[in-house]
């Protein structure tokens, strides 16, 4: 992160491994919701919910009373239902643009889905917010905004002391909690990127910098 970046005081009851993945995780999950401009009782479809910012997303997403279908690989299926979501589809076996369903919002975490086959899913005046986007997406995002009922969002998260705080009294409250897969030393850190390009990582891979911060 930048020094010249915001921060904040660590909630008192979690680990500093757990800390480390808020200013990604937590804060980008606020964020995408947050243009998502998600209410009680609307329908969420969570594309790359497994990852960082997914799993955060997927538990304040909750909070916000939404109902939340996730999108990910089999592998990450049975900790996105641990952490709340109300259903899963695995992108491997279900092609999860022509089931029929549809959503108020749509939040593509990683920038891989079917950018008509979103569209199409959503609900009028739905928005789909784009985490991740390509300059096809945000030309084709800007188009749609401009034709249609349907908005497509995409704008990169800041670092406030308010979004800090609203995430720390969430933890402090055990309403949200962190996702850690694996912990490495820093001298295994290419280890842990070769571990996160398989795709395989479930939330998040911390780097151990020293083993001691806490005595």
Known sequence: MPARNVSGLKPANITYEEAATIPTG????????????LQSGQRLLLIGAGGSIGTYAVQIAKLFGAEVTCVDSTGKLDMLRSIG???????????????????????DVVGKSSFSGCVRSLRQNGRYVLGNPGLAGMIRGSWTSMTTDKKVIFESASHSAEDYTFLKGLMEAGKIKAVIDR????????????????????????????????N
Do not use: F
């Open 26 to 37: 937590g804060i980008y999950g606020l964020h995408l919701l947050r243009k998502a401009n």
């Open 183 to 214: 912990r490495y030393p820093l001298e295994q850190t290419a280890e842990a990127h070769r571990y996160v390009d398989t795709g395989q990582k479930k939330g998040n891979v911390v780097i151990i910098v020293q083993n001691n911060l806490e």
């Open 85 to 107: 979501a109300d259903h899963v589809i695995d992108y491997t076996q279900e092609d999860y643009t022509s089931n029929g369903e549809t959503y108020d919002a749509i939040i």
